[in-house]
């Protein structure tokens, strides 16, 4: 009776590491990736090799000619070709700073997309802002990560109607690599930042509710970014 039992606890505490499927992308070339309004090319940061992600030339010379309010709508992203996301986990090393020819207001805003749409401007995302990491200004420190929803959700949405529910500290480098974690379920969501064991930002309403789709590396306008070695495991 006592084997019989083993047995059985065995099975269930190894069922769920099963029933979870986990795939690894090296994210050392644009290979597999379908760029939207972004430039990406292989390159090495600090020793290790990733993919460098910017704004594209040609979406550079349309936002010249937007009003701001059409420039903040211009989506920037490389999507995972093949990837399905709903519920798991998502992990990447990450580096942003604002690019050479950066506007003023640029904080080398860098992240991850999940749940991407076909129409690639839906979304939930979690980004953050690496040089209000150090700021002097504490305010500015307490908006060093992010959470939106496109189209509905953008962050000045957000801030405005729930201040500080969406955003948060946490201690970042400007252009170091930076180790993100997001888990999803349903429509809850955390972030964790360089493999701390509490989660840095917590979202307990994910603006789209429980939904599906696509991963993508995302940027904001005027960030020179890099990614690498991206896991992604579902549910």
Known sequence: MKARLSVVIAVLLVWPAAARQSKQFALDSAIGLRLVNVVVEPDVLDGKKGVRVAVSPDALRRLQTMAPDE????????????LEFGSGAIEAEIAGAPAPDA???????????????????????????????????????????????????PWERLRKETPGVYESYVDLV???WTHMKIEVS????????????????????????????????????????YFRDLRVSTD
């Not at 903040?72 to 093949?82: F, R, Y």
């Open 174 to 176: 400007t252009g170091a």
């Open 71 to 82: 420039q903040a709508k211009m989506e920037s992203l490389a999507i995972v070709d093949g």
């Open 103 to 153: 506007p003023e207001g640029a904080r080398g805003f860098v992240g991850v997309a999940f749940r991407v749409q076909p129409d690639l401007r839906t979304y939930d995302a979690f980004y953050l802002r690496p040089t209000n990491g150090r700021a002097d200004d504490q305010l500015r420190r307490n908006h060093s990560t992010q959470y939106i929803s496109a189209p509905d959700f």
């Open 186 to 225: 349903g429509v809850k969501a955390r972030l964790f930042v360089n493999g701390g064991a509490q989660p840095v930002l917590i979202v307990n309403d994910l603006k789209r509710g429980a939904t599906g789709g696509q991963i993508g590396l995302w940027i904001g306008a005027g960030t020179e970014a």
